[in-house]
């Protein structure tokens, strides 16, 4: 466990984390840290992440067998991503059929960002830093 | 710059980002990584967390000036926080006049959790993790 306080997860609503899955873990390379199912209820929620859960931040996905859809709303925005290679992670983003709304583009910090969208249109938004200590966001 | 790829962070637009910041950093501890303003277009955006932008899981404030209000919907669940001392905290709440929606709960796991309310109505995830090596989530 690693020290506390932190920021553990956020957790978004789904229509078929099956497909939510293929996407984050398939695509943009998390893995699957914890995966619970209620089949009396339907209820299914899933942690993904880039490490453990009990030391790395993760996305809770939560889906209910009688709800496909969800109302997104304005107030949230995005998730966001770091990578090393932004280009090869948008090419495996379109190559997999999803999109990416903003192509890369070079920050005068030196980041790179680009947006892409899952399986259910939430946005996130791919940083790849600027590869310099102290590097101010994009 | 840790490993990547990692998450970095969740944006939420919302109404007042001073009443926001004073909410995770006078109340949940955070601090304030970075703060932008762009006074043309009246768009502000912070970033805070319980450690450095370049090493540690952030939240995203964005806020614009003719923007008062934001349609949560209901596809965005939650933040989550782990804290040491979850009691202490829901005090803490509750003494800046902020809502403890459910009062702390010991789970069978040995977690114990709870759920507050951001001043935009954000709802947050308090949990106080079992305090044994590789303790599975509340």
């Known amino acids: ?10 957790m978004l609503h789904v229509a078929d ?3 939510t899955l293929a996407f ?9 840290q914890i995966d619970r199912r209620n089949p009396a209820t339907q209820h ?9 859960y009990d030391t790395t ?7 209910y067998g009688d709800r496909p859809t969800y109302d997104k ?22 190559a997999a059929g ?7 583009k070079l920050l005068p910090s030196g980041s790179t960002i680009a947006f892409i969208v899952d399986p259910d ?3 996130i938004e791919v940083i790849q830093p600027a590869q310099i200590a102290g590097a101010k966001p994009a």
């Open 44 to 52: 299914r929620n899933a942690f993904v992440g880039y490490g453990p």
């Open 73 to 94: 709303g304005d107030a949230f925005g995005h998730l966001a991503i770091g990578v090393n290679d932004i280009a090869g992670l948008c090419a495996k983003v379109e």
């Open 24 to 32: 984050y873990c398939g695509v943009l390379g998390m893995t699957v």
């Open 1 to 10: 466990m690693t020290a506390l306080p932190r920021l553990m997860h956020t």
């Open 121 to 123: 249109g939430y946005e």
């Open 98 to 104: 999803a999109t990416v709304s903003r192509p890369p």
């Open 57 to 63: 931040a993760q996305v809770e996905f939560v889906s």
């Open 17 to 19: 984390i099956d497909r």
